[in-house]
């Protein structure tokens, strides 16, 4: 046995309570040995007792304080089940969302989804109202546990939704964003910008003009766009104290923020805050913009936007330096575990995507999709469900468990439909 380092078995006790347990049974002993008749051979015993207890007593005092805290291990995290991903346009927030669908979906958690189309009312403000159900879907819980489709952030009604959520969401640079935004979104029709050169170029000579010339239900992603999605009004597009208080606001309220230049970095932070496994953030990339639909940008061109949309480069400059701080205090293995996570993404993609295959001009010309090997696992599959199949079918789901729980509802709606058409048979003749 090593000097200075206590047996085995003892080692699973603190310090401080060995201390006390070998006191305790020193003073058992004399005592034992003061008030009984005892023989040689015990009392040698009792004499080899004591002798280890004094050792032990030693040595337990010589441990110090780190390995106490060695000792006593903390208890493994819980994995994040209550999620609120904040959605915004043109991030790699789809694939966010897609890997977040798949946690969900693998463990059986409950979706908070929109009543109409795969998104909230992106004009208002995020409330219960627009729900496609105001309660979880049947079997799956009393609460509902994910809410990640694009909305309006709104934290009272959002907590009411999902309560005791992590809050995320995802941030590009605003030049890159915007151009992003622009493209996809074919902005040069609805501004009847077509047959121009550069049409973000000729935009951004007078974009107040246009957008008040040509309302469009995207126009809100045309200026500050993120900050817009995060609850901020554009009213005050130009008030530098309205935008620092919103962005400290949302520096207390939000967990993690993602950022698409950094997204593997962003993941393993997300990992990391969710107590989740590396198998939980591998991620298909959801197609790449069309060639069709990108612009050129010029240093020139780049200051123009930065200084049309001050308040989300305020927002990204100040979650920047947040993130970095975050990565640093993730400790001396994030290096190592990126690798990690990048060797297992790389297998994971190359497993699931036939890289010899790209649907080109695909969903309305906005993309280059990626195509899905043939026999793929079920992983990829879910991997490479969107957004809006995916809404449909939990829909569809919500509803067929709902018939199966109550039946007698159905028939009972079916039977006031039977009706109506009767009486309306009845009042035709």
């Given at each position: ?16 309570l060995f201390v006390a347990l070998t006191a305790s049974a020193i003073v058992a002993y004399l005592v034992v040995l003061y008030t009984a008749e005892l023989e040689p051979r015990s009392l040698k015993v009792g004499h080899l007792i004591i002798r280890q207890s004094l050792s032990a007593l030693i040595l337990g005092s010589q441990l110090n304080s780190s390995d106490e805290e060695t000792m006593a291990t903390e208890p493994p995290c819980e994995p994040v089940h209550q999620i609120i991903f904040i959605k915004t346009h043109k991030t790699a927030s789809t694939t966010t969302n897609t890997l977040i669908q798949r946690y969900g979906m693998k463990h059986n958690l409950s979706f908070a989804l929109p009543a109409g189309n795969q998104l909230f009312n992106e004009a208002k403000l995020y409330s219960r109202s627009m729900l496609f ?297």
């Amino acid at each position: 046995m090593k000097a200075g380092k206590p047996p085995s078995h003892w080692r699973c006790l603190s310090p401080r309570l060995f201390v006390a347990l070998t006191a305790s049974a020193i003073v058992a002993y004399l005592v034992v040995l003061y008030t009984a008749e005892l023989e040689p051979r015990s009392l040698k015993v009792g004499h080899l007792i004591i002798r280890q207890s004094l050792s032990a007593l030693i040595l337990g005092s010589q441990l110090n304080s780190s390995d106490e805290e060695t000792m006593a291990t903390e208890p493994p995290c819980e994995p994040v089940h209550q999620i609120i991903f904040i959605k915004t346009h043109k991030t790699a927030s789809t694939t966010t969302n897609t890997l977040i669908q798949r946690y969900g979906m693998k463990h059986n958690l409950s979706f908070a989804l929109p009543a109409g189309n795969q998104l909230f009312n992106e004009a208002k403000l995020y409330s219960r109202s627009m729900l496609f159900r105001r309660a979880p879907q049947p079997g799956s819980g009393d609460i509902f546990n994910i809410l990640a489709n694009h909305m309006r952030y709104n934290r009272p009604e959002l907590e009411k939704t999902v309560p005791d959520a992590k809050y995320i969401t995802i941030l590009r640079h605003p030049v890159t964003k915007f151009e992003s935004t622009f493209g996809y979104y074919n902005f040069i029709k609805g501004l009847h910008l077509e047959g121009h050169v550069n049409p973000l170029e000729t935009f951004m000579k007078t974009p107040e003009t246009l957008l008040h010339k040509y309302p469009l239900s995207m126009n809100n992603q045309l200026r500050n766009g993120m900050m817009f999605t995060l609850g901020f009004d554009h009213k005050f597009d130009d008030n530098e104290t309205v935008i620092n208080k919103t962005i400290e606001r949302l520096d207390k309220e939000l967990d993690l923020v993602l950022l698409t230049e950094y997204y593997d970095e962003s993941l393993l932070l997300l990992k990391e805050l969710m107590c989740w496994e590396i198998e939980d953030i591998l991620y298909i990339p959801k197609g790449y913009r069309s060639q069709n639909r990108r612009y050129e940008m010029s240093d020139k061109l780049a200051q123009k936007i930065l200084k049309w949309n001050r308040a989300d480069e305020r927002l990204y400059d100040h979650f920047n330096r947040t993130f970095w701080r975050k990565v640093e205090e993730y400790g001396p293995n994030f290096g190592s575990d990126l690798d990690e996570f990048r060797r297992t993404q790389k297998q994971f993609y190359d497993g699931c995507v036939d890289n010899e295959k790209l649907k080109q001009n695909a969903f309305g010309g906005r993309e280059d999709a990626l195509v899905m090997k043939r026999n793929s696992s079920h992983d990829c599959e879910i991997s490479f469900m969107r957004v809006g199949k995916f809404h449909y079918k939990m829909q569809k789901e919500m509803r067929t468990r709902e018939k199966e729980r109550n039946p007698e509802s159905q028939t009972s709606v079916k039977g006031n439909i039977r009706n109506r058409i009767k009486r309306g048979i009845g009042r035709s003749l």
